[in-house]
């Protein structure tokens, strides 16, 4: 619905279809004793600036799309076949698998960032907030001085709804809301154009969620990143999503606008996945985005 986007960005058509993520024809394997396929051909166009929702069972390879999408996944995971394009916004494809590991470091934060599943436990215990931000901004901006640092600092946490006072907190001193909060400021420190979010708020109770689920869809309107938001809460995704990818086994066997996904969907794994949610019988429907008007139908094509 429109309530979410006050106002339609100048300069960009209401769905935005310029791709700036491909992935194509993507198998990953993890080469156990008993091999198992955990991602099995996928094909994925992300958009400027969208938020695509990627559901699915536990176990069905969303967390191990998501690593190979930033390269991060480790032996005994392998990329037994496809690609992984990455469009930046200068108009330069890059292939992702084919980056050097130096070009690989400086590419990840600054063009693509990832919020971890658990992410809330992955903050450095014995550093400061502020000392994370800084390490962060120095790997990639050497030159950066201190007063910028600062403000760029204060300025992610404002963002995601921290006070700036709390940069000089630990870990421990901040709440789960918090810290997950912090890590969304962090994985936006250098303005990436994709931000890769592994059920970033499961963990959470469900008012802080709704709180932080709110603000990353503020901030999207607001920066104009794309966001892969992984989760198995498809009636919450629903809800934030301009197109949901569903899952299963390793493949993605339906791609679709929230709304089309909703009212008609194809693949009988998505209606069953949307018949086993009752909530989404009643007036849960009254929040399914979309980038059409709720009475036009020609635009969900797209
Ligand atoms: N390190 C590993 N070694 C072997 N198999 C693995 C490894 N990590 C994941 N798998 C297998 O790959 C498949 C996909 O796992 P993945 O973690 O990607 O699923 P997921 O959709 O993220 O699940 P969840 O919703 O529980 O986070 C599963 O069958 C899992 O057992
Ligand atoms: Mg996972």
New binding site residues.
């Given amino acids: 619905m429109t309530a979410t986007k006050p106002e339609p960005r100048p300069d960009a058509p209401e769905a935005d279809t310029r791709p700036v993520l491909t992935v194509e024809n993507l198998t990953v394997v993890?080469e156990?004793d008993e091999p198992?396929t955990?991602?099995r051909g996928a094909d994925l166009t992300l958009h400027r600036g969208e938020i695509l929702g990627l559901a699915?069972?536990?176990?069905?390879?969303?967390?191990?799309?998501?690593?190979a999408i930033n390269r991060l996944h480790?032996p005994?995971?392998r990329i037994a076949s496809g690609g992984i394009t990455f469009h930046d916004r200068s108009g330069d494809d890059v292939d992702i698998l084919a980056l050097a590991d130096a070009e690989l470091r400086s590419f990840r934060w600054d063009k693509l960032s990832m919020v971890f599943?658990g992410a809330m436990n992955a903050l450095n215990p014995v550093t400061t907030v502020k000392a994370q931000l800084r390490d962060t901004l120095l790997a990639h901006r050497p030159g950066m001085s201190r007063k910028a640092i600062r403000e760029r600092s204060e300025d992610v946490l404002r963002r995601v709804g921290v006070d700036p006072r709390r940069l000089g907190s630990y870990p421990h001193e901040l709440s789960g809301g918090m810290r997950q909060r912090v890590m969304i400021a962090m994985a936006m420190l250098l303005e990436p154009q994709i931000m890769v979010m592994?059920?970033p708020t499961t963990a959470l109770d469900v008012v802080v969620q709704r709180d932080i689920l709110r603000e990353i869809v503020r901030l999207r309107d607001e920066l104009d990143f794309a966001v892969v938001f992984?989760?198995?809460d498809l009636p919450l995704l629903l809800e934030i999503s301009d197109r949901i990818a569903v899952?299963l086994d390793?493949e993605i066997v339906e791609l679709d606008s929230a709304r089309r996904l909703y009212r008609d969907a194809r693949h009988p794994y998505t209606r069953k996945l949307l018949g086993s949610f009752p909530s989404l019988s009643g007036s849960r429907g009254a929040f399914i985005r979309d980038g059409a008007a709720p009475t036009d139908t020609t635009e969900e094509q797209a």
Wanted: hydrophobic share 30%; proline share 4%; aromatic share 8%.
């Fill in positions: 993890y156990t198992v955990a991602v699915g069972e536990s176990g069905c390879g969303k967390t191990t799309l998501a690593y480790r005994p995971a599943q592994d059920e992984i989760t198995h899952m390793g």
